[in-house]
């Protein structure tokens, strides 16, 4: 099940700071929850009043979000700007000239399309083009004031990357070939809901396309809107913010031998083992640090988990499987309880 969270600004009246919404399922939709995953958002916003909050996270039932880290970005940004937050994109892996649907798409794939936030400046990256530090895939995004298909295509620094005439990017159709990982999450701004042709986007015609697509396909059908990257692990490629991915010998995910795709996400474990190691030594080298202080989520997939950080208790489900119910909420209480104190030892904490 997809959920819609909406950070509120009636918290300092003493409001919830926090509000929910869902779907009901849809009949007429290519697996369970397509539809719901798209129009939950919608339905929140319009539930909520497009007035009573500035930002929504945006993620699946076991996406867990470092709310913390997500309000310290969020404080840069405009939330009238209409932003699609994510660096979690999928995409091909290559563009040869041959029909899209002959490449494997990869997640989080760093050469996605994507711009940078309105008037975004970064001390690794100098105007001049004299910085040493190499961006994400081998162009540099624009900025997105908001960030569109004609954005993307008419930057000087992309020209001739997407094909003449942009025509990879445009038949990567964003929804089909191009989409937002649901389980990484995103984060959206009440600009992108106020957006006139957004308010209620027209699901129906989109039951053809994955759940976690529907959504990023309403917003660029309707409104021609693509996603922006935050910013600070554009040029730091050792940082995802959005569901950082495996590390270490491990090099793929589990995803790989599933679906033929290329899965670099989906690596809770490894977050919470940085976590114990910075709190039990104090630190846990530079990178890991960077990591810890800047990720926004993780998307638990807690039945590729057993034997890692799981207890014996929860990795004995029915059949030998484990309890992936059980799992979840186990993992979900572990990351929050760890980070919490991880906040508290670096004296991190808001408020």
């Known amino acids: 099940m997809t959920y819609a969270i909406s950070v509120s600004q009636a918290a300092s009246e003493g409001e919830p700071l926090e509000r929910y919404g869902e779907w009901r399922e849809a009949s007429a939709c290519k697996k369970a929850g397509d539809v719901r995953a798209g129009v939950t958002p919608f339905l929140a916003a319009h539930l909520h009043g497009y ?16 709310v913390d880290n997500a309000l310290d970005m969020l404080e840069e940004l405009d939330h009238n700007m209409p932003y699609f937050l994510t660096d979690h994109l999928w995409f091909p892996d290559q563009f040869d000239g041959q029909p899209v649907e002959a490449h494997r798409k990869m997640h989080p794939n760093r050469s996605a399309p994507r711009c940078l936030p309105c008037g975004y400046q970064d001390p690794l990256h100098a105007s001049n083009g004299t910085s040493s530090h190499v961006p994400r895939g081998s162009y540099k995004a624009p900025e997105g004031c908001p960030c569109t298909l004609e954005t993307l295509c008419r930057a000087a620094d992309n020209a001739g990357y997407w094909g003449p005439e942009c025509e990879w990017l445009k038949a990567s159709y964003p929804g089909m070939w191009y989409f937002e990982h649901g389980g990484a999450g995103a984060i959206l701004s009440v600009g992108l809901f106020r957006h006139p042709k957004l308010k209620w986007a027209k699901m129906e015609k989109l039951f053809n396309v994955d759940g976690d697509a529907q959504f990023m396909a309403a917003v660029y059908q309707e409104a021609a809107l693509l996603p922006t990257d935050p910013g600070y ?3 730091r490629p050792q940082v995802t913010l959005f569901d950082p991915g495996w590390r270490g010998e491990q090099t793929k995910g589990p995803e790989d031998s599933e679906w033929g795709v290329v899965d670099l996400g989906n690596d809770p474990a490894t977050i919470v083992e940085r976590l114990q ?24 997939r807690a039945r590729y988990l057993a034997g890692q950080v799981l207890p014996n208790s ?7 499987f484990v309890d992936e119910q059980q ?22 904490q808001r408020g």
Do not use: P
């Not at 990178?287 to 638990?300: G, K, N, V, W």
């Open 314 to 320: 929860v990795q004995s489900g029915t059949g030998g």
């Open 51 to 66: 007035d009573n909050f500035k930002w929504m996270l945006y993620g699946d039932d076991d996406t867990v979000f470092f």
């Open 277 to 300: 190691n910075s709190l039990s030594e104090g630190y846990c080298g530079k990178d890991c640090e960077d990591s810890l202080q800047h990720m926004l989520t993780t998307h638990i």
């Open 233 to 235: 692990g554009f040029y």
């Open 327 to 348: 799992a979840t909420v186990h993992l979900q209480h572990k990351l929050a309880t760890l980070f919490q104190r991880y906040i508290e030892q670096k004296g991190l």
